[in-house]
């Protein structure tokens, strides 16, 4: 698998990763089974990542995917409108710490915000609370 | 339709197919031939029960100290005699209160809880004097004529691009409202505040919600996650407030996927 760097000083990461958006449509234990399959086959084959989301309902399943990979990088991302007034820092430090635990895991490689807020994807302090 | 006797009330009920109890509680414009699409592909799966609750459908109307906490009991005694002991509770808006207050009255009852858009009761979900306004246009709406009635809720109920033969349907179920049952479960929902019971539901719990929802607002759903331990979150990009009319399939998948795994 190719590699590429993340960002102009982030890791090396495969230049193919899964999403996993789709993993939480089905929540039947075989559809979650098999999302869990096709990740780890994923990263058998060389893929270091996978990308999720607060919304996606697939974070818990991307968490037990990753049980014993702990070089495989994981991304999540904050969706503002599930948060009253959006992305406020105490609310952004509130979906990280929630999506940690969701996930199972001590950290996220990288924190995204699914779509601009309006109202303060631009401000300071909202980037602020992203770092 | 079949009918119970509860609380001295001849309660009309929905039942398809076999397994595993699954309860569909209805919206407060709504009865129970808004499951229409779950009546039939939930029943695969489970015994599906989609009853009118009291003010609403071929149900009588309740008296007037009808409080949410007696349509719980209600419901209580038409599980006991149509389900057995223990059932997925899904409950949409107002149903969804209803299925907490029911939880909280009958814990033992519930194998799971599955709450489709909608709120820990106005009060304790929505910002003042937003539940006080809803409520008093309630009560003023309460007496309009049918096709005034539909006019002005109809289009808050869905989302971006609703089927026009959605749209029909629910229109038809909506504009045979009932004035008395309308008033009182509005009522019951802008007083409610269940945000003391949500940390303490200690079932399996599945959110299910159109992002597209304006009357029940996703961050609801956020706020229900957040307070409710181990909750799980669906969102159904596009749909409104009755996702499971708008997108039946999506809104299947996760129900029958949720309830047959717990």
């Not at chain 1, 430090?93 to 807020?117: N, Y």
């Amino acid at each position: 698998m190719r590699t590429k760097r993340l960002g102009w000083e982030g890791p090396e990461v495969s230049v193919i990763g899964f999403g996993a958006r789709e993993a939480g449509v089905d929540l039947t234990v075989e559809a979650q089974n098999q999302s869990i399959r096709a990740m780890q086959a994923g990263f058998d084959g060389g893929m270091t990542w996978v990308d999720t989301a607060d919304v996606y309902d697939s974070e818990p399943i991307v968490g037990r995917a990753l049980v014993g990979r702990p070089q495989t990088r994981v991304f999540t991302k904050v969706y503002h409108r599930l948060y009253e007034h959006g992305l406020t820092p105490p609310n952004i430090r509130r979906a990280a710490q929630a999506s940690i635990r969701r996930i199972g895991r001590d950290i996220i490689d990288l924190f995204l915000v699914l779509e601009p807020d309006p109202g303060r994807a631009a401000r300071p302090e909202t980037l602020d609370a992203l770092r | 339709m079949l009918y119970a006797e509860v609380k001295g009330l001849s309660v009309a009920y929905q039942r398809t197919g076999e397994g595993p109890a699954l309860a569909l509680l209805h919206g407060f414009t709504q009865d129970s031939r808004v499951w229409r699409p779950q009546l039939e592909s939930l029943s695969e799966l489970f015994t599906v029960i989609a009853w009118d609750a009291p003010g609403a459908g071929q149900s009588p109307d309740p008296p007037e100290a009808f409080r949410i906490s007696d349509w719980a009991d209600c419901l209580a005694g038409l599980l006991g005699v149509a389900a057995g002991d223990r059932a997925h509770i899904v409950g949409l808006s107002w149903g969804g209160l209803l299925a907490q207050e029911f939880y909280r009255r009958h814990p033992r009852r519930v194998r799971s809880l599955v709450l489709v858009d909608t709120y820990a009761g106005w009060k304790g979900s929505l910002p003042e004097p937003i539940p006080e306004d809803r409520l008093a246009a309630c009560l003023r709406d309460a007496s309009l004529p049918p096709e005034e009635f539909v006019s002005r809720y109809l289009p808050g109920m869905f989302g971006e691009s609703p089927a026009p033969e959605v749209l029909e349907e629910l229109a038809g179920i909506m504009s045979e409202f009932h004035p008395i049952g309308f008033r009182l479960m509005a009522t019951a929902l802008a007083r409610a505040d269940t945000r003391d019971l949500l940390p303490t539901i200690q079932v399996p719990t599945l959110l299910v919600w159109g992002d597209a929802d304006t009357r029940s607002p996703i961050a609801i759903a956020g706020q229900l996650r957040d307070a409710i331990p181990d909750a799980r979150l669906v969102v159904i990009p596009g749909a409104g407030h009755v996702s499971n009319l708008e997108a039946p399939d999506r809104f299947d998948a996760a129900v029958r996927g949720f309830c047959s795994s717990v």
